[in-house]
């Protein structure tokens, strides 16, 4: 093994392990909280358990693992019944109630930091924020042939292994419960009504979420817990509407989250030529967790700010060219000789920026043709122009006949309704036997 | 985290000596003491007056991300003087870079809102890490730079007092003057947008413009109180004095200046005994304070509190087991035509626990029942008292049965549970509707107003 490759595997590996295993644990709870609008909620918890941890620390005299956990999780569960009995009981606001609990137990916190520190506690208040990635570290055997036996695993360091074992609880937990939690999260109220308990799956979530945060604190620090529970799930939100692709899709955002964020944090500076540089692991895998959502939030393809620009810009020029065609047509049935000179096309549909390059794809399209600045349709715009129309008369028909609104009223929302296509085509409410809409203008006839 | 010596007992705390503590409380314990309690409690008065209109226009956890956001901003402020070969932990440099952090993050948890399909609480939750995130990545890299004094920089994060200097009583000071200024002048229209926005965008209120002024003065408060409280807990001083303070009033006005008060308290309280015992951080007994009398607050506020909504339910349940016993015991009478005693077994419906004996020794004490062995009779009193609860019990069934098309089979449990509520004048307006139908139970009993009034 180069001593490179033994670096790596001692002090890099170890650390990036458990900060993207914490990552995942995080993200799949996150999913939930997201989706159920209680994402500050693991903010809150993640706060809260400092309290707790303190106490177990100072209880155990140690930083065995145990004493560690239960205080913490033992703060968490306070803090969620708190929350709830001010909101239920002393019906304090939903965010005020999370803002109060949260806040007194972290306070609680520094103060017994504090407190702990003047016993000769070596507590770090900034090591909760930050984690100490740093100090997740494994010697196993530098030599190949000693590499690969039983007993090189159990050097793996005790962070990796509680947060690989939180991973596949956490992910146990879902499969098992998939679809309880799928009918809580998105019906409650359905969900009671056919027999299936919110508030304990609630309960249960809120349970598990403490755990995640306190198995992750200690390596990766509260602010990368409260990022990984909401950032993946909301990036992966951005780019599915299904549940289960969801939660696969944010777990595979957070194992990049956490390896790139890592590899950021530890080499990005040297190749940057920073040398002796390296910035905080869990802060950096932060960064590029919020890089990753904004990257979806532009380019996801369905709900990215991209794409949906694109599709309204689109749908904008297929209107500004149906308006294009229809004022043609309405101008042929006036005056068969017409002059439209395409200066006044802009004032007379109203489409501003979009209705020159409407025209264009017209005229390439040989849907509209121009001669000395005047435009007329072709054979096969005025196809196009005649089903346009069409709709729309037959649009007022049925607005006045069905729905007996008046006929000086049906224009605007006609206006509208021609826009809308089925199949390619205009939609064309059915009013049998008509020839003539609401105003005495003829409907045109489908070939 | 390492380990040295853990051991609970090795350690005394100094305590403060009696004239030590009133030398801090009257602020006369030297300069230094003074400033940082004025500051604290001026910070205290400002935090709590916007707190109110954010709490009230459920802005409450904005101000958590805000807080958070100007993490990076400080970071970056330092990393640019240093560039430019500033005074890199100046104040001066610092704040304006935490201000401007501070909005951007607000302004992100909007775009977030307004341009995706995350709900607000997701938004908030990723800007406060998203920001605190990168402030942190950016403090490691500050840490190995070749410039001096760059370890006071995460005091941002946990506040630290003793660091302030008379200049940062007057920030406080010019802060709270602000805000105090802008509560009164404001008071209207901020009160307006918190409790009916639809309502003063119809008005023609620039609400939009409101929210804006009321989340500058948010990002004053907190910028200037990062110094005091740090930027983790700054956000309680928005909440907690409001949160209490709602328990005293319905009244907004009032609400106001008793958030003020009680921010104010929290402050100049919290700060003394941080200066008078070693190793208590500011900011978080600060809270603490605050959060003492919150729950105070919550427990004894006469008209939302706790204690005061269990006297009053406690109350209506006493109300409930006499007339449950005056009325048994009436109908037994009234059927046998005199008075009668009836074993207490049949007369407590929750059978013979702790609530019977009170409802007994209740009664027996007003003067209306009287016990002999295990069975109670009613006296004159009593007798007239349940003449009254029977008529009111018949007299709600009746109109259940004639009004609201319930049958006569459903209606005594609906009787059960209203009839405890009914006013004199209710009863009056009952008996008169039902008259005028020609509805009136055929078996109601006589009982006059003066006789109701006599017992009440």
Known sequence: MSPGVATFISLDLPAMLAGTLGAIACALLGNFLVLRRQSLMGDAISHAVLPGIVVGFLVAGSRSTWPIFLGAGASALVTVLMINALRRIARVEAGAAMGVSFSIMFALGVLLIEQAAARHVDLDAECVLYGQLEYVNWYPPTDWGEFWTLDTLRDVPRQVVVLLGAVVLIGAFIGLFFKELRITTFDPAHASAIGFSSGLMGVLLMTLVAGATVAAFEAVGSILVIAMLITPPATARLLTDRYSTQILLSSAIATVTGVGGYFAGAFLPSMLGLEGVALNAAGSMTVVGVLLLIVAIVGSPTHGVLARALRRRRLTRQIARDDILGLLYRLEEVRPDHELLEDQLRGAIGHGAQTRPALRGLVSGRHVERSSQKLFLTESGRELAKSIVRSHRLWETWLVEELGLRADHVHQTAERLEHLRADGQPIEPESPGRRFDPHERPIPERD | ?456
């Open chain 2, 1 to 456: 985290m390492s380990l040295g010596a853990a051991s609970i007992t090795d350690v005394a705390l100094d305590t403060p000596t009696f004239g030590e503590i009133m030398r801090t409380l009257t602020l006369s314990a030297g300069f230094n003491a003074r400033v940082v309690v004025l500051s604290a409690a001026l910070l205290g008065v400002s935090a709590g007056v916007v707190g109110c209109f954010t709490l009230l226009r459920k802005r409450a956890l904005m101000g958590d991300a805000l807080a958070h956001a100007t993490l990076p901003g400080i970071a970056l402020a330092f990393i640019i003087a240093a560039a430019l070969g500033l005074q890199a932990r100046s104040l001066g440099v610092l704040l304006p870079g935490a201000a401007l952090a501070g909005v951007a993050g607000v302004v992100c948890v909007q775009l977030l809102v307004r341009h995706t399909r995350l709900r607000e609480d997701a938004a908030i939750g990723i800007v406060l890490s998203g920001f605190f995130g990168l402030g942190v990545t950016l403090l490691s890299y500050i840490q190995s730079m070749s410039v001096g004094e760059q370890g006071g920089l995460a005091t941002f994060i946990y506040g630290q007092t003793a660091a302030m200097l008379p200049r940062d009583a007057a920030l406080m000071g010019g802060v709270a003057v602000l805000t105090i200024g802008a509560g009164v002048l404001l008071h209207k229209e901020f009160s307006l947008v918190a409790f009916n926005e639809d309502y003063a965008s119809v008005q023609g209120w620039p609400v939009s413009r409101l929210d804006l002024m009321l989340m500058a003065l948010v990002v004053l408060v907190t910028v200037v109180g990062l110094q005091a409280v740090g930027l983790l807990l700054i956000v309680a001083l928005l909440i907690i004095p409001p949160a209490a303070a709602a328990f005293w009033t319905r009244r907004l006005r009032t609400m106001v200046v008793l958030s003020a008060l009680i921010g104010g308290f929290s402050g100049y309280l919290g700060a003394s005994v941080s200066a008078l015992t070693p190793r208590m951080p500011a900011g978080a007994v600060i809270v603490l304070t605050g959060g003492a009398l919150f729950i105070i607050s919550m427990l004894v506020a006469p008209q939302r509190g706790l204690l005061a909504d269990r006297w009053r339910t406690l109350a209506l349940r006493r109300r409930v087991a006499r007339e449950h016993w005056l009325r048994r015991l009436y109908e037994a009478q009234d059927l046998a035509g005199e008075p009668v005693a009836i074993p207490v077994r049949q007369l407590a419906s929750g059978g013979l626990g702790l609530g019977s004996m009170v409802a007994r020794a209740d009664l027996k004490l007003s003067g209306l029942i009287e016990t002999e062995q295990s069975s109670a009779r009613l006296t004159d009193r009593g007798a007239s008292e349940g003449a009254r609860v029977t008529r009111n019990h018949r007299l709600w069934e009746q109109y259940l049965i004639t009004y609201a098309d319930i049958a006569p089979s459903h209606v005594d449990l609906s009787a059960d549970l209203v009839e405890h509520v009914l006013h004199p004048e209710l009863v009056g307006e009952l008996e008169t509707a039902l008259r005028d139908r020609r509805a009136l139970p055929s078996h109601l009993p006589d009982h006059t107003e003066r006789e109701a009034g006599a017992t009440e």
